[in-house]
Antibody, heavy 116, light 115 residues
Framework: EVQLVESGGGLVQPGGSLRLSCAASGFTLSNYAMNWVRQAPGKGLEWVSTISEGGTTYYADSVRGRFTISRDTSRNTLYLQINSLRGEDTAIYYC??????????WGQGTLVTVSS | QAVLTQPSSLSASPGASASLTCTLRSGINVGAYRIYWYQQKPGNPPQYLLRYTSDSDKHQGSGVPSRFSGSKDASANAGILLISGLQSEDEADYYCMIWHSSASVFGGGTKLTVL
């Protein structure tokens, strides 16, 4: 069974950092494009970042230079390093698989709250 | 103008069909894109429904009923999610998505009410 489990969210002060993790099971993460998508409270979905099967990374303009997507093939885990956090980064962060080869799975999400 | 535009809400009756549109911005040709559709119910993560490029290039999410289907309206430059035989459990938010200019873009979502 394909499963994605996020962790690492929490309450952080403006300017702070967090590392989000997404543990994958049931498939080999590096064989697929993987994504982070966020959803602010009461709002729609916003794409954050993608890492392709080949390792190429892509970022939304709103996070480029502050967020870094990566993966650990030995742990079959996806990461999102988020730095210089702002209030507008407050959201549920989802790990999601979509791309040219598609499984379509999403994790349950991890909540990041930026507040002093 | 947003890359993808979805009506904010839509209502339909149980047993009827609902057609949810996702209109691409002028200058972005719907024919060239894979359009993804997601369903999200309150308090839950989005669920992948399907991906539609053409009748010969489409993908149905695992376990997604066949009453959910995709199509395109080239004249309207839009992707369409058709839900037939509406059920109360179909009441949810629906989002479309494309990959455009090295980024994924989501529509603003349509809240479907079944009443």
């Amino acid at each position: 069974e394909v499963q994605l489990v996020e962790s690492g969210g929490g309450l952080v002060q403006p300017g702070g950092s967090l590392r989000l993790s997404c543990a994958a099971s049931g498939f080999t993460l590096s064989n697929y494009a993987m994504n982070w998508v966020r959803q602010a409270p009461g709002k729609g979905l916003e794409w954050v970042s993608t890492i392709s099967e080949g390792g190429t990374t892509y970022y939304a303009d709103s996070v480029r230079g502050r967020f870094t997507i990566s993966r650990d093939t030995s742990r079959n885990t996806l990461y999102l390093q988020i730095n210089s956090l702002r209030g507008e980064d407050t959201a549920i962060y989802y790990c999601a698989q979509f791309g040219p080869s598609i499984l379509g799975n999403w994790g349950q999400g991890t909540l990041v709250t930026v507040s002093s | 103008q947003a890359v993808l535009t979805q009506p904010s809400s839509l209502s339909a009756s149980p047993g009827a069909s609902a057609s949810l549109t996702c209109t691409l911005r002028s200058g972005i040709n719907v024919g060239a894109y894979r359009i993804y559709w997601y369903q999200q119910k309150p308090g839950n993560p989005p669920q992948y429904l399907l991906r539609y490029t053409s009748d010969s290039d489409k993908h149905q999410g695992s376990g997604v009923p066949s009453r959910f289907s995709g199509s395109k309206d080239a004249s309207a430059n839009a992707g369409i999610l058709l839900i037939s035989g509406l059920q109360s459990e179909d009441e949810a938010d629906y989002y479309c998505m494309i990959w455009h200019s090295s980024a994924s873009v989501f529509g603003g979502g349509t809240k479907l009410t079944v009443l």
